[in-house]
């Protein structure tokens, strides 16, 4: 868990969670037996340095596919989708691991891969840290707090969010909003560090020049790759702008997806803190209660989202490198059973969606009455 009295000192306000009843304490000693008993390390994995390389494999295959493969519009079309295809699965599995610094023991490995999204999917790493390891994993679904709900206003994800009128047609064209979104992150993250240096009412940290460079060196490797080398090699601008749109459109339709069935929809809670900016629950706890697991015996799921379907166990032990998750959600559910803690799991990825769409259709409509959470 980052911590939270630090964070506090960032944002100039702080949360505190007031209870312990030892839920945390208990399931850190379960899940550590586990790995002592079993002799496993939590990071630096065989199997994840195989799904590294077969993701990258991927991606530079659709890569060269697309840019040098057979003349016929219909396979590039394939060849893009394919790509962004890849391009997701090095954001939920390489870099997201990375990032957290569950990838590997060692920090420069953890720094090189994080910098994948910078240098591949051209997202800045430094503010994606803060903004989701920081911010969102330690007050999820908590609004003014948690930036990844905040929707802009455009969007309505949570109960407590300002009603528009226009949020009643929100689940017909989120999905429009779900696909340019990449497109937009690559280039509102400069605007965010250099110049705004904040989201809303929360400031971001200063970075330091070596964070300066990723960002800024980022952006020309990344629209190096995707527009540089096609223009190069003969493309036209036309033809060069429908195959970026359509890899990062795909990139976006699925990552977007992925964090949605994690957080916005029942029977994730969503949780405001009391007027002495407190929540009245163990911080443990309360990652449960906010957030959702799905399609857990989904083979090729669990291989391709980088366990973020076991987004519960994620929340909770993100520097455990992802391919212990299923083991871990195990032992999750029998500490949750013991103390009375509801562990929401979907069994399948289209229960999920359905529920979805369901609760962002019930956000839209006004006249809906929602059982609000406040500091409970």
Not at 47 to 53: E, G, P, V
Not at 230 to 238: A, M
Not at 243 to 253: E, H, N, Q, R
Not at 271 to 287: L, R, T, V
Request: proline letters at 5%.
């Amino acid at each position: 868990m980052p911590s939270d009295q630090l964070l506090g000192q960032k944002l100039g306000m702080r949360v505190t969670f007031t209870e312990n009843q030892g839920f945390r304490k208990e399931l850190n000693k379960r899940v550590d037996a586990y790995f002592t008993e079993n002799g496993i390390p939590t990071r630096d994995n065989f199997a994840m340095y195989l799904k590294t390389i077969t993701i990258l494999t991927w991606v530079i295959a659709a890569w060269l596919f697309v840019l040098f493969g057979p003349d016929i519009w219909w396979l590039k079309i394939i060849g893009c989708l394919v790509l962004g295809g890849g391009l997701a699965g090095i954001g939920f599995s390489i870099g997201h691991d990375a990032n957290h610094g569950g990838y590997s023991s060692k920090k420069w490995v953890n720094s090189l891969l994080g910098m994948t999204y910078d240098y591949i999917i051209g997202t800045s790493s430094y503010l994606w840290r803060f903004r989701h390891n920081y911010l969102h994993h330690t007050y999820t679904n908590v609004l003014g707090y948690d930036v990844e709900i905040h929707g802009d206003g455009i969007v309505r994800m949570t109960p407590h969010a300002e009603h528009k009128w226009y949020h009643r047609y929100q689940h017909l064209f989120i999905p429009i909003l779900y696909a340019i979104i990449p497109i937009y992150w690559s280039f509102s993250d400069v605007r965010s560090i250099l110049f705004c240096n904040r989201f809303g009412e929360i400031k971001i940290p200063n970075p330091k020049p070596i964070d300066l460079f990723v960002l800024l060196s980022g952006k020309v490797v990344y629209l190096f790759w995707f527009i540089g080398i096609p223009l190069l090699v003969g493309y036209s601008p036309l033809e060069i702008a429908i195959g970026f749109l359509i890899a990062f459109m795909t990139y976006g339709v699925l990552a977007c997806h992925v964090f949605m069935l994690a957080h916005v929809l029942e029977p994730a809670e969503f949780i405001q803190p009391s007027a002495a900016n407190q929540i009245e629950d163990e911080w443990a706890i309360f990652q449960v209660r906010t957030t959702v697991d799905f399609a857990p015996k989904n083979a090729f799921l669990n291989w391709y989202l980088g366990g973020l379907n076991y987004q519960v166990v994620h929340h909770l032990f993100p520097q455990i490198c992802h391919i212990h998750y299923p083991k871990i959600a195990s032992i999750l559910a029998e500490v949750c059973q013991e103390f009375g803690v509801n562990y929401a799991v979907y069994p399948t990825l289209r229960g999920a969606l359905a529920y979805n769409y369901r609760w962002l259709r019930q956000l839209g409509n006004k006249q809906s009455n929602f059982d609000l959470k406040l500091a409970s």
